[in-house]
């Protein structure tokens, strides 16, 4: 028997959608134990997952030209946004074998995966991003050469022994940052890479990690406290008051390369201590 | 290894960004868009704890990925909910200054000098019309050491205190 609840997501998912018909028991299985925030659009993605072709077309004529228009801002990609938006509807309409197969016994398309936690449009947003952004890094970009450049950057001498050493302990402390960020809790990674990284604001960072702006302070200090400690210990005895006086200036030096200031402002903030 | 070798902020830098961007060019296949867009819109409470924080993993290492989840939050903005944060600062400084309202009105209560502070109505007997018998009994002395031994007062005071120096001590920016 199926609840009520569920009935009345579907008779209310079917007024949005009237050109579209999915079965009540096909949309209760889709549909699981979860309330979602999104039902009608959940109805639409899972009628369009069982390659129910209405499905398709109301989407497109319902959320096309929003996705677009979003896309228009700022396409980052080699493809116009009407073209990004086919792209996303051609990785939804994937065949998706683990997800099951229709009542055809062919197999459900990937758009099923949508859980209708945020709008169907957003989805389909995002999935066109990721294609704009994923073609622009694999154009631009060739294959990464990580020892290369940090080699690069080893400190500069003409002394032969302490360019030696120097290359040595930056090969040592290189392992060690990333061994020790690799330790931290996701949201702590999170937030150092959100903001030293991409330039993202604290409030941004923390409202992603669901923080308030005072844990988001908080959390942010510690991560740099926990990351700095771990690297310490990984290097013991080299941890001298002029490696730790590099460590707070290499810091200030990723967040500052993001933020181009007037060169009269002053210091940001006060070095951690 | 050279103990007496110091280690230069470049070293550093480049070591912190490499920490930063271990799974660039890494397949996106296992990415679920509509996850992105929940934790873009500041929701990520509601992705299971440990999606969430597989997520977070992969942004994390991943600056493609960073560059992916700022994109959305500016395609959202309109429909992105305002961050639920009130202030701190302004908040503090409406209590302030309630607390100052409240501090003045005290002071002017006590050192106002009314007659029901410093007389008392009496009934004459001998003319059965209401008189004032000035100064009776003040045994507090000064009205000055009267406010500071009004524990309203004084609470009130010391609160002022507190929040005049939160709401207004100069912000110090931590980094960044």
């Known amino acids: 028997m199926v609840a009520d609840r569920v009935r009345q997501l579907w008779q209310a998912a079917q007024a949005a959608w009237p050109r579209v018909t999915w079965p009540l028991g096909a949309y209760q299985t889709h549909l699981g ?4 925030t999104h039902p009608s659009d ?6 369009a997952g069982h390659r129910i072709n209405p499905a398709w077309s109301a989407i497109d004529e319902a959320y096309r030209d929003m996705v677009i228009r979003r896309l228009q801002r700022s396409p980052r990609a080699d493809l116009d946004p009407e ?12 065949d998706d074998p683990e997800n099951g197969t229709n009542e055809d016994g062919e197999p459900v398309m990937h758009i099923a995966r949508y859980r209708g936690l945020t709008r169907l449009p957003w989805h389909f947003l995002a999935a066109a991003r990721t294609i704009a952004i994923d073609r622009h890094r694999r154009r631009e970009r060739g ?18 022994a302490t360019v030696s050493g120097q290359r040595e302990l930056a090969d040592v402390l290189a392992a060690a940052v990333i061994k020790a960020f690799e330790t931290l809790e996701a949201r702590h990674q999170f937030l150092l890479a959100a903001i030293y990284r991409d330039g993202l604001g604290k409030a941004d960072a923390g409202q992603v990690a669901g923080l308030s702006p005072w844990q988001t302070s908080r959390e942010l200090r510690k991560a740099e406290e926990q990351l700095r400690l771990h690297v310490q210990h990984a290097v013991p005895g080299q941890w001298s008051p002029e490696t730790r006086a590099a460590w707070d200036r290499g810091w200030r030096q990723c967040w500052d390369e993001l933020t181009p200031r007037d060169p009269e402002d002053g210091p940001l903030s006060e070095p951690a201590t | 290894m050279n103990s007496a070798t110091p280690v230069d902020t ?21 990415v679920n868009p509509e996850a992105i867009v929940v934790l873009a ?36 903005a309109d429909s992105i909910a ?39 109505e009496v009934l004459d007997s001998s003319s059965g019309a209401p008189e004032y018998l000035e100064q009776l009994g003040n045994p507090t002395g000064a009205p000055v050491t009267s406010l500071i031994g009004d524990p309203v007062f004084v609470g009130l005071f010391l609160l002022a205190v507190v929040l005049g120096v939160g709401s207004f001590w100069p912000r110090r920016e931590t980094r960044p």
Not at chain 2, 10 to 30: N, P
């Open chain 2, 10 to 30: 470049d070293t550093i830098t480049t070591a912190v960004r490499e920490a930063m961007r271990r799974h660039e060019g890494d397949s996106w296949d296992d």
């Open chain 1, 33 to 36: 134990e979860t309330t979602p």
């Open chain 2, 82 to 120: 305002a961050p639920r944060f009130v202030p701190g600062r302004l908040v503090m400084q409406a209590a302030w200054v309630a607390c100052l309202i409240g501090l003045v009105t005290i002071s002017a209560i006590r050192l106002g000098g009314g007659p029901s502070d410093r007389s008392v």
């Open chain 2, 41 to 76: 819109q500041g929701r990520g409470h509601e992705l299971p704890p440990q999606e969430r924080v597989h997520l977070l993993k992969r942004i994390a290492s991943d600056p493609d990925l960073g560059t992916l989840l700022r994109d959305l939050q500016q395609d959202l």
């Open chain 1, 83 to 94: 073209d990004l938006w086919s792209e996303a509807v051609t990785r939804m309409m994937r």
């Open chain 1, 143 to 160: 294959p990464r050469q990580v020892s290369a450049e940090a080699a690069a950057e080893v400190a500069r001498g003409d002394d032969p």
């Open chain 1, 42 to 47: 959940l109805y639409v993605a899972g009628a």
